[in-house]
């Protein structure tokens, strides 16, 4: 069983660029959450997706983030007009249906955001 | 708001010793607490998940604990070895909090050989 795929491993940006970060969840899991961590900081809770609906965002900043996680396809991280506060590596994880309350969350290898 | 502290931020102990890393939270309405592994430019392994009405749990050198209703966890590893050297996570599930979990800053071990 493959375990979460994220991809690109580093990605590099300008100053004003946008960002795509890719997630792919373990077979059969229809629950991702993304997080972030900032130098020298723990993992912060970013956003909470099901298939094509936003569970819970509130760690989303408000402003140039967007997350999707559509019916067919990766779930997405979305980072527009990035600025050098962006660098981080940002991590998402999956679990199965049923077992978003008492199961594991298992994560990916993370994709390090570098901004120029 | 579930805060999790972790203490201290790093130690450093020589192969073979049994040791304790400490995590405490204050919110005790848990689902379950999870401890992780995380080696440099890594992601995050799941070591062990203790439900809120478990008392402990263990995988090989590794035994968890939790103590609820004080808001705390250890993380037991026998026989330290160098390569137990990497940064461990605790992380917390809080009811009413959706399913997301909220990490301590995480312990970076040093195992010296």
């Known amino acids: 069983n493959a375990g979460v795929m994220q991809n690109p491993r580093h990605l590099v940006r300008r100053r004003g660029q946008e960002a795509r970060l890719r997630c792919s969840p373990m077979?059969?899991?229809?629950?991702v959450y993304w997080y972030r961590q900032l130098p020298e900081e723990g993992l912060k809770f970013m956003v909470y997706?099901?298939?094509?609906?936003?569970?819970?965002e509130s760690g989303m900043p408000k402003e140039r983030f967007s997350a999707e996680f559509p019916k067919e396809g990766p779930s997405i991280l979305r980072i527009q007009q990035v600025v050098r506060g962006d660098s981080a590596a940002y991590f998402c994880a999956s679990s199965p249906m049923g077992q978003e309350l008492r199961g594991p969350q298992h994560f990916g290898d993370g994709t390090r955001l570098s901004i120029l | 708001k579930q805060e999790v502290t972790q203490i201290p931020a790093a130690l450093s102990v020589p192969e073979g010793e049994n040791l304790v890393l400490n995590c405490s939270f204050t919110d005790s309405a848990i689902y379950n607490l999870q401890w992780f592994r995380q080696d440099p430019g890594k992601g995050l392994t799941s070591l062990l998940l203790i439900q809120s009405s478990q008392r402990e749990q263990t995988s090989g050198r590794l035994n968890a604990s939790l103590d609820k209703s004080s808001g705390r966890s250890t993380l037991y590893i026998a026989a330290s070895q160098p390569g137990d050297s990497a940064t461990y996570l605790c992380a917390v599930r809080s009811t009413g909090a959706n399913s997301k979990l909220t990490f301590g800053k995480g312990i970076t071990l040093s195992v010296r050989p």
């Open positions: 997706l099901q298939k094509e609906n936003i569970i819970d």
């Open positions: 077979k059969g899991h229809s629950h």
